[in-house]
């Protein structure tokens, strides 16, 4: 568009979430659903981070990755329930241009960042399972280090990248968002700007930042299950599988759910199934994760008890 064309509109200064569609009788039930949704998720995630921190015998490579996926799930959950129990609370579906671009940006750069961490794991399990004897030379805690910084710094540089060019573009049309949040997709659907480079900038980024660490993921559990295989004993492989089983569900819920949203047809029939997978891999992932490593992991649900003993004996004793 030309400049001279662009006088003569009007820019949009927010922007209108039009969310799961029009529930106004449903508002005070889905503000409590989300609302304990939200709590459950930042105690639960939170209290796996302070246990990782506080019980020495879980200070190694596999609980210091989880202890970082916790925190992210905390910040990832809060980039998107605050602003949606806000709407439930007022009605007020509104969000400013900028407001609606920083959502994007924190949103985008944690989802990268968690692809990345689950790589990691997936790579410490690999190690673990394929390569015990070399276990404890390769995976130090400089590598640790390393690899969880990495993730990271590579999710949020990505994510900066695109979001440079989602600032530039203008917004003259029409302002209502059929999502709960901001994504890219709606956003570029939105701009009267000529989307064609950020359009291909996205597919090479959504490359690298979630099907090259998926393909990881997936290579590196390739190995670890022919691996087990191999294992003579029955409960040789029971008790290999147990140590990355509930990595594995964790990383087939989210990649599960986050590849039927991107590649679902963008049909109005197939808009509100689009919306539910959405809120399950936002929302509901990192909800039930700290469940699924509390319930399926000994060492934390034994630590867990321990944190739960020591706090009530503290209270008992009015330490």
């Known amino acids: 568009m030309e400049k001279g064309e662009w006088d003569n509109q009007t820019s949009v200064m927010e922007f209108l979430l039009l969310g799961m569609g029009n529930v106004t009788t449903l508002q005070t039930p889905l503000f409590l659903l989300s609302l304990i949704i939200y709590l459950v998720t930042v105690v639960g995630n939170s209290l796996v981070t302070v246990v990782v921190v506080a019980d020495q015998h879980l200070h190694t490579p596999m609980y210091f ?6 925190s992210l799930e905390t910040c990832y959950s809060s980039t998107i329930l605050p602003r949606l129990l806000v709407t439930f609370l007022t009605g007020n579906r509104t969000i400013s241009v900028h407001g609606c671009i920083a959502q994007f940006y924190f949103f985008g750069s944690l989802a990268t960042t968690e692809c990345y961490l689950l790589a990691m794991m997936s790579y410490d399990r690999y190690l673990a399972i394929c390569q015990p004897l070399l276990y404890a030379s390769l995976m130090t805690w400089k590598v640790c280090l390393q690899m969880v910084a990495g993730s990271w710094l590579v999710g949020f540089l990505v994510t900066t990248v695109v979001t440079s060019f989602v600032s530039q573009l203008k917004f003259c049309g029409p302002k209502a968002i059929d999502h709960f949040f901001c994504d890219l997709t709606p956003l570029l659907a939105l701009s009267c700007s000529d989307t064609r480079k950020i359009t291909f900038l996205s597919f090479t980024v959504s490359f690298l930042s979630a099907v090259l ?3 990881f993921t997936l290579a590196s559990y390739v190995c670890i299950i022919a691996a087990i295989l191999r294992i003579l004993s029955s409960v040789g492989r029971q008790k290999a599988f147990s140590t990355c089983s509930s990595h594995l569900i964790v990383v087939t819920v989210f990649y599960g759910t986050l590849i039927i949203v991107y590649l679902m047809p963008r049909t109005p029939q197939l808009r ?9 891999y936002t929302v509901l992932t990192p909800l039930v994760n700290p469940l699924i490593y509390s319930l399926r992991n000994t060492e934390v649900r034994e630590a867990l008890r321990e944190a739960l003993r020591k706090a009530l004996a503290c209270t008992q004793s009015s330490c």
């Open 272 to 280: 509100q199934l689009n919306k539910v997978f959405s809120f399950f």
């Open 213 to 215: 660490p998926f393909l």
């Open 65 to 70: 990755f989880l202890g970082n996926l916790s």
